[in-house]
């Protein structure tokens, strides 16, 4: 009998919470064609999301990586990197709606422009049979190269000049007729600058993947610049 008031509290307070999420949908998970090929399945952020998730800024995990790999049904550090400014994009726009809040700084006059943006009506390169691999002609040394874009998982090879330099030739496959990982790697120590920019320019293709770049319209000098639009952490945050 000491039971009884308590499994009906439990029912009227089921009831009460079905009566004030009527209008909420029990599954907003979207199915989301991705730019390098294929689909996964996007839920938007939670509340529990947000609050465990801002623990990590700051932290060593790369938090915006995180925010996607826990409302995804794939490990996103499996995928490409061209496909991530696209997810962080979509995540957004499925949790908190599309219109984007920003401040910018005229690069002309230093003034702070705020602006809003529609992140649906940014474009999105999608590659057309996307393998992940390139192949590229080396200017200086006239030689092909076959190179592997980097995936998520590998952005820390990115994270500064020297470590990319010494993991520069994890991205090269073949070189000419040499398919050799070592001998790669020390070809990739003699290797010409301008060779050394055509692969790093190759690795960071710019036709696919989410189009950043936005056009601002100072409102002090009334000068026209080309600009990225600003995705950091503060992207999560609705203004």
């Known amino acids: 009998m000491d039971n009884e008031p308590k499994e009906d509290l439990k029912e009227e307070i089921k009831e009460a919470l079905a009566d004030l999420f009527e209008n909420v949908e029990k599954d907003e998970a979207q199915i989301i064609s991705i730019p390098s090929g294929g689909t996964l399945k996007m839920r938007p ?3 529990d999301d947000e609050r465990r998730l801002a623990s990590l800024t700051g932290a060593s995990v790369e938090f915006l990586t995180e925010y996607i790999n826990s409302c995804t049904d794939r490990d996103v550090s499996e995928l490409w990197i061209v496909d991530k400014l696209f997810l ?3 995540l957004r726009s499925i949790s908190f709606g599309s219109e984007y809040s920003a401040e ?3 690069p002309e006059c230093d003034a702070k422009n705020s602006l809003t943006i529609d992140l649906n009506d940014l474009a999105v390169g999608m590659g057309d049979n996307f393998s992940g691999e390139i192949t590229i002609n080396l200017p200086k040394m006239d030689k092909s190269a076959i190179l592997s874009l ?5 952005e820390g090879y990115f994270s500064s000049a020297d470590i990319l330099h010494s993991n520069l030739w994890r991205f090269i496959k073949q070189i000419g007729d040499y398919t ?3 001998l790669i790697a020390e070809a990739v120590k003699q290797m010409p600058i ?3 920019h055509a692969v790093l320019k190759a690795l960071q293709p710019e036709d696919i993947g989410l189009q950043t770049q936005i056009m601002l319209a100072c409102n002090k000098c009334n000068k026209q610049s080309v600009m990225e639009l600003p995705i950091n952490e503060g992207f999560f945050i609705v203004k």
């Open 45 to 47: 952020l939670t509340f």
């Open 88 to 90: 962080i994009s979509k």
């Open 104 to 106: 910018c700084t005229c």
């Open 150 to 154: 980097p995936k998520i998982k590998d």
């Open 180 to 182: 050799n990982g070592p």
């Open 194 to 196: 301008t060779d050394i």
